[in-house]
């Protein structure tokens, strides 16, 4: 047993397994079948080697537990017709994002990064530094070997040239644009109704 799932368990079970029980105790026959499904859902949560995976642990074990109800109901002969009105009980929302959430961000972070490639070097190199690092501007000046005051220029020149890559080529995945000209405006569109 590794201690670090036994630590997981102390940190993410235990606080929830009192209303874990609480909602178990509608599905299940009775306070013994609430041990036993508590019991099995510690149980193969001990027994995996890892819960790196684990982004929210409450409706992780909810979830644990519900599947070992599902697997009693279909072992059981009887089925019993309140245990499985009241199942949906354990659902507890998983805040982990969608599948397309994930593909979509994905997307964009792409996207973003390509409009970032067309900034100018050291734009680019201060673009990066502040906004994908994370670091503060007075950590980018001594990183980079920049004062304070350029770093602040680059970030808002980096900003105008993106807004205008976006204004000229639009918000398109494939408009990650390598002849982008800094400073040429977009041809402005002449509307016949006008």
Not at 174 to 181: G, L, M, Q, R, T
Request: hydrophobic share 40%; aromatic share 6%.
């Amino acid at each position: 047993m590794h201690t670090e799932v036994v630590d997981w368990l102390t940190i993410h079970f235990l606080p929830h397994e009192a209303e874990l029980r609480r909602m178990l105790r509608r599905v299940c026959i009775g306070p013994a079948e609430v041990d036993d499904v508590v019991q099995e859902t510690c149980y193969r949560i001990l027994s995996m080697p890892s819960l790196d995976h684990v982004r929210d642990p409450k409706p992780f074990v909810f979830r644990a537990a519900k599947n070992i109800v599902l697997d009693r109901i279909k072992r059981d002969n009887v089925v019993h017709i309140e245990a499985l009105a009241n199942l949906e009980e354990l659902d507890i929302a998983d805040t982990a994002p969608s599948p397309e959430r994930v593909v979509f961000a994905r997307s964009e972070l792409e996207w973003v990064i390509g409009l970032v490639a067309n900034l100018p070097d050291r734009c680019k190199s201060v673009f990066r530094a502040r906004r994908i690092h994370g670091l503060s501007q007075q950590e980018t000046a001594e990183t980079l070997g920049l004062t304070g005051g350029v770093v602040e220029h680059e970030m808002m020149k980096g900003m105008r040239l993106m807004s205008e890559m976006i204004a000229q080529y639009g918000m398109q995945q494939e408009a990650v644009v390598s002849n982008f000209i800094p400073g040429k405006r977009p041809a402005k569109r002449i509307n016949a109704k006008d």
